[in-house]
């Protein structure tokens, strides 16, 4: 008998670092300084620094007009916070080197997917002829943290510890409110136009890692993936890292953001997998996350949620009633710094409100554009409010 071919889930590595190191994947935007069009220049710039000492820290993305920057494995929030700084800094001089500029949002406020050229890869190209229009439109950017487990189990309760979660990670980084030049009406486009694709959205919430193992494997010997890596939930278990992956939110502007949106999800897989045990999933738990995203992603920062009591709740309050929870845990990971710049952006608001504020003064979605590729400079370190 021919022996089974293992699951690209059976075998993993989740013990294979100390628990809750840090990884950070942000995705950013190639853009001509002039007129903040977006530029077909990937590969080039990827070609003109092939050996230098970010050369594996940097890759293509499904289209030519982006890169995707990517920190090792950091053991604390601080870490992380200077190879992102280093990252940024890294690839502004590069793009000004190639007559360009970074930039980093959920969206870029009016290019079009039609006009984007897709990178020639065979990882790319399988995922066009399998998913077809919906990743012909997916010109979107996210940003993607990692936060290592110790074991598979603790994977699945750091993922039912994290599905709550889902609406605020969104409300936070909320950074795409135009789509192909028009105001959409939605703080994170970027969450409708990635929810088209197949296994993606809220995941399930598996009683247990030999389930999610079970779930791959039918999906494998039907022939609809090849591996886990074709599963765009918002947040999965990741076993050949050994991490648990947060991928909900926009990618934001500011790097300051992006280390602080790191440190909390950091702190939450944390308090999920230390803490006390959640209750069952049920029909009602799994319907009221799936409502919280959808009030994200239309109003960001201004939704109202539904606790888990059923009451309804400003998202705000949400978010800062976590923080207070998460306080004896942002101790221990010495991250209350950018627990605190947490808290700034749900007091002081997002990239979305930023960039509808400067089209409600402009009417010019050159200058949000403009706005975006500012604010993204490595030199913007705002301060905690």
């Not at 809220?202 to 494998?220: H, I, S």
Request: glycine letters at 6%; hydrophobic letters at 40%.
């Amino acid at each position: 008998m021919k022996p089974r071919r293992l699951s690209s889930v059976e075998s993993h590595r989740f013990s294979s670092s100390e628990a809750y190191t840090l990884g950070v994947e942000e995705e950013y935007m190639l853009l001509e300084p002039e007129t903040f069009e977006l530029v077909q220049r990937a590969d080039t710039i990827l070609d003109a620094d092939p050996d230098g000492e970010f050369a594996s820290r940097t890759s293509c993305e499904l289209f030519q007009s982006e890169l995707e920057g990517r920190t090792p494995v950091c053991t604390s929030v601080d870490e992380a916070a200077g190879e992102l700084r280093g990252l940024r800094a890294h690839l502004e001089g590069l793009l000004k080197d190639h007559g360009l500029v970074l930039a980093c949002a959920g969206t870029h406020p009016f290019a079009r997917y039609e006009d984007q050229l897709i990178t020639d890869r065979p990882r790319y190209r399988g995922i066009v002829e399998q998913v077809q229009y919906p990743a012909r439109r997916e010109l979107i950017f996210g940003v993607h943290v990692h936060v290592g487990v110790p074991d598979p189990e603790a994977a699945i309760r750091a993922l039912h510890g994290l599905r709550p979660q889902i609406g605020d990670l969104i409300a936070l980084s909320a950074s795409s409110p135009f789509w192909r030049g028009f105001r959409s009406g939605l703080h994170s486009t970027r969450h409708t136009i990635f929810g088209t694709f197949p296994r993606a959205g809220v995941p399930p919430a598996f009683p247990d890692y030999r389930e999610f193992v079970a779930y791959v494997r039918t999906l494998e010997a039907a022939g609809v993936l090849d591996d886990y890596t074709r599963i765009w939930w918002d947040l999965r278990p990741h076993p050949r890292l050994g991490t648990i992956e947060v991928r909900a939110m926009d990618a934001v502007e500011r790097v300051d953001d992006t280390i602080a949106l790191a440190a909390y999800v950091q702190a939450l897989v944390k308090s999920a997998v230390e803490g006390p045990a959640p209750p069952p999933p049920s029909s009602l738990e799994d319907a009221i996350v799936r409502e919280n995203k959808w009030q994200a992603i239309r109003y960001g920062l201004d939704a109202t949620a539904i606790a888990a009591d059923g009451r309804p709740m400003p998202i705000r309050e949400h978010i800062l009633r976590k923080l207070d929870d998460l306080a004896g845990t942002a101790a221990a990971l010495d991250s209350e710094a950018a627990l605190r710049d947490v808290e700034r952006i749900a007091r002081c608001g997002t990239s979305a409100d930023r960039q509808l504020a400067i089209y409600a003064e402009t009417r010019d979605l050159r200058a949000v554009a403009h706005s975006i590729a500012n604010e993204a400079s490595n030199a913007v370190s705002i301060a905690p409010a």
